[in-house]
């Protein structure tokens, strides 16, 4: 049994508290909401989906803007007046869809942070989500230029004068805001251009982000969409984006509203001189990049192919979270074309790849468990060694096993005379064969599964994987044969032991003997 | 279907939401300027006299570059420093001198400094030396000014007429 990792799964200090906190908080939500819905499980793509309501929203506003200093704060006005019930709420949405992207990307960050998902292979991810902070903040400030409004005129100044502190520009760009006519269309036009060009940088990025998941949930559900858009709307007609009294360069404004997700730093640029700001967010930004390491997790082995036993069906290519099997040609003379190959920076050691394969199965007993996708440091072969040891040690008339992960229930702490407890890195790791070998032998009347709470596996894909294959909707298929309500299931949070244990005590109340386990032990 | 506790319950976590968005998108405002406070920017940017007088070239030397008449004067590149000083109401507030850009120094000098002063009337004296003299200034105006709320006055060096001006 894999005890380091056991050690490693749990989480200590800051981590902890975070992760208990987004776990209570996610628990309501589950309720409110149901798991499927739950928004905070869908940060990365509520995220996403803001980024398309402010792209939408910004091309109608597009349309209707004056691109010329004079111009610029005269059609916005028109906008936001003349045309309240459409243009402004279109304003408002592209304004507040923006906020709400800020807010989703934080706590996306958080969450990914409190629940440990960013270190070994989830680095590059993690670590191309820094940039994305600063596109996206440098996206929403070069939005607030166009009005050019006080606001507007406030920010672009300090701005400006923020970046002339990096001595590359030669003439201080600042001088395009230093008095009344400084301002020309010319350099208007730059800024227009920059808020183009910056959102167009942040979708690249985020599709580079996302690069390295298979199957990332890029789109909320419809559920939830829908109802993001419709609180956004009404949002709108409640509280409509306004402007600032038109910009003036000749007077500085004094009192301005700002939004505070995007413009949180200008009062640091007034009060701290330019380089300490500078060094903050370079400072800030380059712990981020860096934290994947500090420390690093301790990786299990990748997953090992077993060339002779491989087929090339491409489950396990299929069905790994991560994309770290990729289907290679065959070069030892078998009548198949294709051969699983992993990439071992990609592997996480997961073991959902094990769970795939259709030669993972420990019937057979007499035989070493020789399977075609198999992990190095947790086989297969000790997983049905551990497993027929347990169960053969069981006593009582209603002997269970509970197939367990390391980032649900610990499920150790269950081991009891009736009840054998194993433990997977992850669920999706069990072959469904696996199920049906526990309950055909004698004595054992139920199997019972447990794994990371809906909607939150750690391995991504596991339990939705997990389900398929039971419910026979995707391969390897549960048999038939298996007697479904011999089969329990409860996915929980780490935290809901006592939550857990309530559910395999009906489970196993409402079980009923076997006529076999009447009989003895072996069948 | 949503059991009526969770609608309630959806309803209540938007509303949440969006008030989060709504109240910090505005709120609360920030004091970027007090009242009795103006501005003035020093916006400067200048280059200084050549650090040398051009001279005729060796006769020896044209013989072997005779491609153009040009080539007949040698006029040394490099600039000197600009130095410029601000006093307000007989206070120094602002002296520094700045070095040419490019990299043979053969570019401007420039100057970008936001100043915050008190608003209402004030007697100002800009000078700035750009040449190699030891003491002294090249240039000086002195105006006397008086500044709204907010003001900003900025200060430059005209080119074409040599002069410092405020406005
Ligand atoms: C515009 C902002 C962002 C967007 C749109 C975005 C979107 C996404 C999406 C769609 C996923 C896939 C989720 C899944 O399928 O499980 C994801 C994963 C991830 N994101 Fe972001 N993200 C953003 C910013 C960030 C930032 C700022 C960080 C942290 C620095 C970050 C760290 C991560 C990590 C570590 C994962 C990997 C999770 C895993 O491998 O299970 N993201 N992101
Ligand atoms: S162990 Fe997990 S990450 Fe590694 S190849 Fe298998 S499914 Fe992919
Ligand atoms: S699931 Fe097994 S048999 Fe199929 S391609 Fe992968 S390793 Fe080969």
Redesign the pocket.
């Known amino acids: 049994m894999s005890d380091a990792g056991a050690k490693e799964r749990r989480n200590k200090g800051i981590r902890a508290i975070l992760e208990k906190g987004f776990t209570a908080v996610e628990g309501v939500l589950d309720r409110v909401f149901t798991p499927r819905l739950n928004p905070l499980t869908q940060l990365?793509?509520l995220?996403?989906f803001y980024?398309w309501i402010v792209s939408a929203t910004g091309i109608y506003l597009y349309i209707l803007f004056g691109t010329s200093v004079a111009s610029a704060y005269g059609s916005v006005e028109y906008l936001t007046i003349q045309q309240w019930y459409f243009g402004g709420v279109m304003r408002s949405l592209h304004r507040y869809g923006s906020d709400a992207?800020v807010i989703t990307?934080?706590l996306?960050?958080l969450r990914?942070y409190a629940f440990d998902?960013?270190r070994g292979v989830?680095w590059f991810?993690?670590f191309t989500?820094?940039p994305?902070?600063w596109l996206?903040l440098a996206a929403g400030i070069s939005g607030y230029w166009l009005v050019w409004d006080q606001l507007a005129q406030y920010i672009a100044t300090a701005t400006f004068e923020w970046l002339d502190w990096i001595p590359i520009f030669g003439e201080p760009i600042a001088n395009n805001f230093l008095t009344r006519g400084s301002m020309d269309d010319r350099f208007f036009t730059l800024l227009i251009f920059l808020h183009i060009f910056l959102p167009l940088m942040?979708l690249f990025a985020?599709w580079i982000?996302?690069l390295r998941?298979s199957?990332?949930?890029?789109n909320p559900p419809i559920g939830l969409a829908l109802g993001t858009i419709f609180m956004l709307t009404v949002l709108s007609f409640f509280k409509p984006a306004l402007s600032h009294p038109p910009a003036d360069l000749g007077v500085v404004p004094e009192l301005v509203q700002l939004d505070w997700y995007y413009l949180f730093v200008y009062p640091l640029i007034d009060h701290w001189p330019a380089g300490i700001v500078w060094a903050a967010l370079v400072g800030f930004s380059t712990f981020?990049c860096f934290m994947p390491w500090m420390p690093p997790i301790k990786r299990p082995k990748a997953a090992q192919v077993f060339d002779d036993r491989c087929n090339g069906c491409k489950r396990c290519f299929e069905d790994c979270p991560?994309g770290a099997v990729i289907m290679g040609p065959r070069t030892d003379g078998r009548p198949y074309p294709h051969i699983a190959v992993v990439n071992s920076s990609l592997c996480t050691g997961c073991g959902i790849c094990v769970g795939a394969c259709p030669t993972s199965t420990p019937f057979r007993t007499g035989q070493e468990l020789v399977t075609g996708i198999d992990l190095p440091d947790r086989t297969l072969q000790d997983l049905r060694t551990q497993a027929v040891e347990a169960m053969n040690a069981l006593k009582g008339d209603r002997k269970i096993v509970v197939f367990g992960c390391d980032h649900g229930v610990d499920v150790d702490a269950l081991q009891s005379t009736d009840t054998a407890a194993i433990r997977l890195p992850c669920i999706g790791m069990l072959p469904p064969p696996f199920i049906d070998f526990a309950l055909s032998r004698g004595g054992i009347e139920g199997v019972f599964l447990t794994g990371c709470r809906p909607g939150e596996c750690y391995q991504?894909l596991g339990v939705e994987w997990t389900k398929a294959r039971i419910n026979r909707i995707r391969d390897p298929y549960l048999r038939e044969r298996v007697p479904r309500d011999r089969l329990g299931m409860f996915w929980a949070a780490p935290g809901e032991v006592d939550a857990l244990k309530e559910a395999i005590k009906s489970f196993r109340k409402d079980l009923k003997p076997t006529p076999r386990a009447k009989g003895g032990e072996n069948a | 279907m949503p059991s009526p506790l969770q609608i309630v319950g959806q309803a209540l976590a938007y509303l949440v939401f969006a008030l989060v968005i709504g109240i910090f998108s505005t709120w609360p405002g920030y004091t970027h300027l007090q009242e009795n406070l103006s501005v003035v920017k020093l916006s400067v940017s200048h280059i200084g006299e050549r650090k040398g007088e051009c001279r005729e070239r060796e006769t020896s030397k044209v013989a072997i570059t005779k491609t153009s008449r040009r080539a007949l004067m040698i006029c040394p590149r490099e600039r000197y420093p600009v130095r410029l000083e601000l006093t307000l109401d007989g206070d120094v507030i602002f002296d520094r001198e700045m070095q040419p850009t490019g990299l043979s120094s053969d570019g401007p000098s420039y100057f970008y400094k936001k100043l915050i002063i008190p608003t209402g009337p004030h007697s100002l004296r800009v000078r700035m030396r750009d040449s190699g003299k030891a003491d002294g200034f090249d240039y000086e105006t002195t105006e006397d000014v008086s500044l709204s709320p907010g003001q900003v006055l900025a200060i430059r060096f005209n080119d074409a007429e040599k002069t410092l001006i405020l406005d």
């Open positions: 990365g793509a995220s996403y980024f992207l990307m934080m996306h960050l990914e998902r960013y989830r991810t993690w989500g820094v994305l902070i996206t942040l985020m982000h996302v998941i199957r990332p949930k890029v981020l991560y991504r």
